[in-house]
């Protein structure tokens, strides 16, 4: 019985569903929104989260417990330096989730998960 388990498996092993939720929320803080399938996007939501709340704290170590996580140094310090102050005043819930629809191929779901007041660039 799975009690009190959380989060989703996602039809991975381990090793390769973190590496995977460190792709995701790297592509995320990288772009401030991206598109995938709604269960990743609800579990990319945990992880994102921390790493904002880890960027509003600021300190050395904080940079080094994201960049476990995130592994692009460039990708850390757009978040301490520019995604994080722009949270400061906000208690949490940094990211949503938006139900697209379904993709052609297969019928899964899709959704665009962005950060809550992302500034989107134009490419």
């Given at each position: 019985?799975?009690?009190?388990k ?6 991975r092993t ?5 590496a995977?939720?460190r792709?995701?929320?790297t592509?995320l803080?990288?772009?401030?929104r ?11 939501r ?13 300190s ?15 990708v ?15 208690q949490?819930g940094?990211?949503r989730v938006?139900?697209?629809g379904?993709?052609?191929g ?6 665009v998960?962005?950060?809550v007041?992302?500034q989107?660039?134009?490419t």
């Amino acid at each position: 019985m799975r009690h009190l388990k959380q989060g989703r498996k996602l039809g991975r092993t381990t090793a390769h569903r973190k590496a995977l939720l460190r792709n995701l929320a790297t592509a995320l803080l990288q772009h401030e929104r991206i598109i995938t399938t709604e269960p990743k996007a609800k579990e990319l939501r945990r992880v994102a989260d921390k790493l904002v709340t880890l960027g509003k704290r600021g300190s050395l170590h904080a940079r080094r417990q994201a960049l476990q996580t995130v592994q692009s140094n460039s990708v850390v310090r757009k978040l301490f330096n520019e995604i994080a102050p722009r949270f400061a005043e906000r208690q949490g819930g940094y990211t949503r989730v938006l139900r697209l629809g379904y993709r052609p191929g297969d019928a899964a779901a899709m959704a665009v998960i962005e950060l809550v007041d992302a500034q989107i660039e134009k490419t």
